[in-house]
């Protein structure tokens, strides 16, 4: 008896073992069949996709390659030459990555929403630098200055060595490098030195009251004709300019070349000393003279 009930027992639990396994096999097979089904509907779709992402990709190289060769013949900085291309090249990127999307059935909601988050949470990150690239764009075409051009702003005087999507290199008159933001660049008032190929010096030389005053002016006008770096066009001005407590003042107006301005103010300014000390015409310092009566 016992052994028959073991037996049996034993039956029972093979029996369970087997419809177990056997419902562990009918659901693999029926995800095997949905997966196939589903493959076999969607792999014609995929293979689009890809197709769409192969072709994709290469036109838009040789979109890029054919934009990159119209731009050099277009007077545009090297540097946004670089970054355009790069710009066109991302953005038919991304138009072909939602294309092959939208062929395999993903939503063009969900697509646009994720861009969408992602460009606001980038533009809130990078805000500083985003003023800078815009800066970066408006000095780059709007050409208020180029490489290796002459420029003062905020009382920063330099050469300037290159113009970059976010910074401007600039060399000052002491051999300093300053990179300065493009979006502070931008909004300051630049003064270009270098716009035109000439440039004005203004010199103020003072003499005393009881100075020869024609005769200063003309040692002066004869220094200027004497130095061939000066143009005769636009004229030299040598003039009266005001009257002060202890001395009068003459102002000197000269026209040079841009690469001419600081060696001919030099050049000026010693010659005069000399010649005012040659010929005992006095450059007065403040005074003040007390009579006692």
Same mark, same amino acid.
């Given at each position: ?39 076999? +509907?969607?792999?014609?779709?995929? &293979? ?18 054919? =934009?990159?060769?119209?731009? +050099? #013949? ?7 030459? #670089? ?53 970066? =764009? ?81 040692? &002066? ?28 003042? &003459? ?43």
């Amino acid at each position: 008896m016992e052994t028959t009930a073991i037996t049996q027992e034993t039956t029972e639990v093979t029996y369970a073992a087997v419809e177990a396994i056997q419902e562990q096999v009918d659901k693999a097979s029926g995800f095997v069949d949905k997966m196939s089904d589903y493959l076999s +509907r969607a792999l014609p779709l995929m &293979i689009i996709a890809v197709i769409i992402l192969v072709l994709g990709i290469f036109l838009s190289k040789l979109i890029s390659k054919i =934009f990159a060769r119209t731009l +050099r #013949n277009a007077n545009i900085d090297g540097t946004a030459k #670089n970054f355009l291309v790069s710009l066109v090249r991302i953005s038919l990127y991304v138009i072909v990555i939602i294309m092959a999307l939208s062929v395999i059935n993903v939503p063009m909601s969900s697509i646009i929403t994720i861009f969408g988050a992602a460009g606001l949470a980038v533009s809130l990150a990078l805000q500083n630098c985003l003023s800078n690239i815009c800066g970066g =764009f408006i000095l780059l075409f709007s050409k208020l200055f180029s490489a290796g051009d002459m420029i003062e702003f905020d009382g920063t005087v330099g050469k300037v060595e290159s113009i970059g999507i976010l910074y401007t290199k600039i060399s000052t008159l002491d051999n300093k490098t300053v990179f300065v933001p493009n979006g502070k660049v931008s909004d300051a008032k630049i003064i270009n030195y270098t716009e035109s190929p000439t440039r004005r010096i203004d010199l103020c030389f003072d003499i005393s009251y009881s100075a020869d005053y024609q005769r200063a002016r003309d040692i &002066i006008l004869e220094l200027i004709d004497k130095n061939n770096k000066i143009l005769k066009n636009p004229a030299p001005v040598v003039r009266m300019s005001a009257h002060k407590e202890s001395s009068v003042s &003459i102002d000197v107006l000269v026209w040079v070349n841009n690469n001419d301005f600081y060696n001919v103010r030099y050049d000026v300014i010693e010659a005069v000393k000399s010649e005012f000390d040659g010929n005992n015409i006095e450059i007065p310092f403040n005074q003040l003279d007390v009579h006692l009566k």
